[in-house]
């Protein structure tokens, strides 16, 4: 709320509701002798806010500037408090207080869509689940190879590194099969999503997998050979979808924020907080049966793996797995809005 004081009279204005009448005839002289109160109830209480809250870009923080604009009405209600002013003068400065905290209580930024945000692996040091469900990753290797014949365990787990902010052990790089592998629930194979997070690809190939529930044969988001983002689902009447996001590469050694949303006829792809391609697919993302554990930096995790019959479902084809780093991947059951994915990236840009 923008306040500003007018002089008139030598009385004082609080955004455009006036505190008293300037006529020359009021008559009788007005009364001083005002309770305060709730003035000074109201002032105490939206100190107390003013002086907890912090201005930034994440959540649990309040837009930049907006104490500023708090801070004035606080002023202004102090020289109401400690001035000679009429009861009407002070209920009015009142009104101006508590509607200048609703509109700070506006300015609030809250994780979006916190009700449908099914896992958020922030990778703070460790590969749990901080969304509140409890999925929570394992640091495995996996396999290299190029054919179930050539296949071994590349050894390496998933490494802490630093953050697109330089900081230390706050994301994970994956190399040579590390793969976090999450336990299997049906809040991971919703029928509407969202993926978001940051990736930093260290080279080229068509097997880069971010997450992957069982790869083409439940859902995938990789990147192709032409560095697109590369989203897979299978649904029960129309098979299987695979859609890229060219033209929009994700650039070499630059840690870089995606986002992928899907509901039943419009998938939408999104690079650094904007809208990069929209389109027309219909279908609905079966369940995966059996259950199969999720992969974050590969397409399977390796207990899953059959080396002998390419029939299985699971059978070895060449290791397919993320070489380079990952951040604050999320997972919606929900298709994001553009505003939505906007914010997250807002709020995820800054440390």
Same mark, same amino acid.
């Given at each position: 709320?923008?306040?500003s004081t ?7 204005f609080l ?7 300037c006529?020359?005839?009021d ?6 002798n005002?309770?305060?109160?709730r ?5 105490d209480s939206l100190?107390? /806010?003013y +002086? *907890?809250? $912090?201005e930034?870009?994440? #959540? !649990? ?5 907006s104490?500023?604009t708090?801070d004035?009405?606080l002023?202004?209600?102090n020289?109401?408090?400690t001035g000679n002013y009429t009861?009407?003068? /002070?209920? +009015? *400065?009142v $009104?101006s207080?508590?509607k #200048? !905290?609703?509109t700070f ?5 809250q994780?979006?869509s916190?009700?449908?945000l099914?896992?958020f692996?922030k ?7 901080s969304?509140?469900?409890?999925h929570?990753?394992t640091?495995?290797?996996g ?5 179930a014949?050539t296949a071994?365990d590349g ?11 330089g900081?230390?052990?706050?994301a994970?790089?994956f190399?040579d099969?590390?793969t976090i592998e999450?336990?299997y629930?049906s809040?991971?194979?919703p ?11 260290y ?11 069982n790869r ?6 990789n990147?192709?050979?032409?560095n ?6 299978q649904d029960s009447n129309?098979?299987?979808h695979?859609?890229?996001?060219n ?6 050694n630059?840690?870089t924020?995606f ?12 690079l650094d907080?904007?809208m ?6 219909n279908?609905t ?5 059996p ?7 590969n397409?399977?995790?390796?207990s899953?793996?059959n ?5 299985s479902?699971f059978?070895f084809?060449?290791?397919s797995y993320?070489t380079g780093?990952?951040d604050?991947i ?8 553009a505003?939505?994915?906007?914010s997250i990236?807002t709020?995820e840009?800054?440390p």
């Amino acid at each position: 709320m923008r306040l500003s004081t007018i002089i008139t009279c030598g009385v004082l204005f609080l955004y455009s509701t006036a505190i008293v009448s300037c006529s020359k005839d009021d008559d009788p002289a007005p009364d001083y002798n005002s309770n305060k109160s709730r003035l000074k109830t109201v002032i105490d209480s939206l100190t107390t /806010v003013y +002086n *907890a809250s $912090v201005e930034g870009s994440k #959540a !649990g923080q309040y837009i930049d500037g907006s104490k500023a604009t708090l801070d004035s009405v606080l002023t202004l209600g102090n020289q109401v408090f400690t001035g000679n002013y009429t009861q009407q003068q /002070v209920n +009015n *400065a009142v $009104v101006s207080l508590m509607k #200048a !905290g609703e509109t700070f209580s506006t300015k609030l930024l809250q994780e979006v869509s916190a009700a449908n945000l099914m896992a958020f692996w922030k990778f703070t040091g460790n590969p749990a689940d901080s969304s509140g469900h409890d999925h929570h990753g394992t640091l495995l290797t996996g396999l290299v190879g190029n054919s179930a014949a050539t296949a071994a365990d590349g050894g390496v787990l998933p490494k802490l590194m630093p953050d697109r902010f330089g900081r230390a052990d706050m994301a994970y790089e994956f190399r040579d099969g590390a793969t976090i592998e999450v336990p299997y629930s049906s809040e991971l194979n919703p029928q509407n999503l969202t993926i978001t997070g940051w990736v930093k690809r260290y080279n080229t190939n068509p097997g880069n997998y971010i997450i992957s529930l069982n790869r083409w044969n439940g859902y995938k988001l990789n990147l192709q050979s032409n560095n697109f983002l590369f989203f897979t689902f299978q649904d029960s009447n129309n098979g299987f979808h695979d859609i890229d996001n060219n033209p929009g590469a994700v650039p070499e050694n630059v840690w870089t924020h995606f986002a992928v949303t899907y509901t039943n006829g419009t998938m939408i792809f999104y690079l650094d907080g904007s809208m990069s391609k929209t389109l027309n697919v219909n279908g609905t993302p079966i369940t995966v049966t059996p259950a199969v554990n999720l992969s974050i930096g590969n397409e399977l995790p390796k207990s899953y793996y059959n080396l002998t019959s390419e029939a299985s479902p699971f059978f070895f084809w060449g290791g397919s797995y993320f070489t380079g780093g990952l951040d604050d991947i999320r997972l919606y059951n929900t298709a994001l809005t553009a505003n939505e994915v906007l914010s997250i990236y807002t709020q995820e840009r800054t440390p």
